[in-house]
């Protein structure tokens, strides 16, 4: 089989990565790690992230994966540099839309909904010093949204109330244009979108999937036509896994365990 790229999250979260790589590269056989027996990522500390990033970085590279995508933006905030470094493999990191939001807000009033640690990351506040242009960036951590989409809780009462607590400081802000700083909330959009109706939302997996074809041409690694395919692991319970991972990669995958 031809090398799989690899991609892996906290979660099920960067299922929506894999989502756009698979539509941009249908080609590609894509090997996806869901560290679920961690999730999720932004309540841990930092050193605990990093640890757990390079462990899965090493066990991609030991699979043979021609390239490692980081679908998540906790872990790309507290291990990319070091990843870089260990893996003889590219690493694509995933970062917050902050360069797109500010350039396009029409007020200069952004906002970002991310996890604790991401909003809390120097890599985030990077991305702001580079980047902000003056603009006024809000910072909304949204913790145990992760957890919601990781349960199956993508619609209804009990997320739409705790969606308005999310979105009252965005809103009392004048945001324009929110950026979307975890793979999870890709999967709860709608929800996002209607308690901020005249909001852009912007998220980065389409971004990613570009890159991965790029740095892929540029190493002249990409499969050859073909039909693709997909194999997922999870670090815990693979039957609890399954059942949201239907949902959310909208056909039958088998979900594998794995020790890493």
Known sequence: MTAPVGIFDSGVGGLSVAREIRRELPSEHLLYVADTA???YGDRSEEEVRERTLRIGEWMQGQGAKVFVVACNTASGAALEALRERLSIPVIGLEPAIKPAVRDSPTGRVGVMATTGTCGSARLQRLVDNYGNGATVVRQPCPGLA?????????????????AEYVAPLRAAGVDTVVLGCTHYVFVRDAIQQALPRVKLLDSSAAIARRTRQILEEANALAPAGSGSVRIYTTAD??????????????PEVVQRVEI
């Not at 896994?241 to 949902?247: F, K, L, Y």
């Open 147 to 163: 957890d919601m989409v990781e349960d199956g809780v993508l619609a209804g009462p009990e997320l739409d109330a705790r969606m």
């Open 238 to 251: 693979p039957a609890g896994a399954e059942r949201i991972v239907h949902r959310l990669w909208g056909e």
């Open 38 to 40: 961690y999730v999720p």
